[in-house]
């Protein structure tokens, strides 16, 4: 059983540079939601979608977009990348009751 | 503001001792998660509480909603080395509203 994926695992951005991180779920969860967690940190909300085609800023948005267009896929894509984004990248979904599963996380670092 | 308050932020105990972390909150929420994460992995579910007052028992772990389902406790007993990680609570406060984390406590149980 597939889960939450993540594409990529890792990544490496120059300043400026943009990129979107992919995620999927095969779980048919209506419910999707893009994190970051910064060194020693708790996770902090970005973004997060509870359909297809409905989607609602969390706690730091600020430096990102997101899309909803399928129940399976919600990317997070950086347009103008900058240092203080350097952090692990968490997608997960969930159905309505808020028990979630998380993909294994993007690591990205901009230099 | 942190929706959800975590205490303590650190621990660190000798293997066997008994350890209580906390997670509370003003707010009141219609399910409470815990989940724990290893480094390099994303967040596990290890449990979900939804009724005021509910404990739920996992092996050696206890997990405890509060009679006001503002607040939520997780009991470890005997801690084994194994259980050293990142331990998180999580929870939906009603209808469309986002999976809100806290900051976590990070457990060090030495041999």
């Known amino acids: 059983n597939a889960g939450v994926t993540q594409t990529p695992k890792f990544r490496i951005l120059k300043i400026g540079q943009s990129m979107t991180l992919q995620c999927t779920q095969d779980m048919n969860h209506n419910y999707m939601y893009w994190y970051r967690q910064d060194p020693g940190m708790g996770l902090k909300l970005i973004y997060y979608s509870v359909g297809a085609g409905i989607t609602d800023k969390g706690e730091v948005p600020n430096g990102y977009n997101v899309s909803r267009s399928t129940t399976e896929d919600f990317p997070l894509r950086l347009e103008l990348a900058a240092p203080s984004q350097t952090s692990v990248y968490f997608c997960?979904?969930?159905?309505?009751?808020?028990?979630?599963?998380f993909g294994q996380g993007t690591r990205l670092t901009v230099v | 503001t942190q929706l959800l308050e975590q205490s303590p932020q650190f621990l660190s105990i000798q293997e066997g001792e008994n350890l209580t972390v906390y997670c509370n909150s003003s707010?009141?929420?219609?399910?409470l998660q815990w989940y724990r994460q290893e480094p390099g992995e994303g967040p596990v579910l290890l449990v979900t509480?939804?009724?005021?007052?509910e404990v739920k028992k996992l092996k050696r772990l206890t997990f405890q909603f509060g009679d006001a389902r503002k607040d939520s406790s997780l009991h470890i007993t005997a801690a084994q080395p194994g259980d050293t990680g990142l331990y998180l609570c999580a929870g939906v406060i009603s209808g469309n509203t986002p999976l809100v984390f806290g900051k976590g406590t990070r457990l060090s149980v030495i041999a």
């Open positions: 509480v939804v009724t005021g007052g």
């Open positions: 707010s009141v929420f219609s399910s």
């Open positions: 997960a979904s969930s159905y309505r009751d808020g028990e979630a599963f």
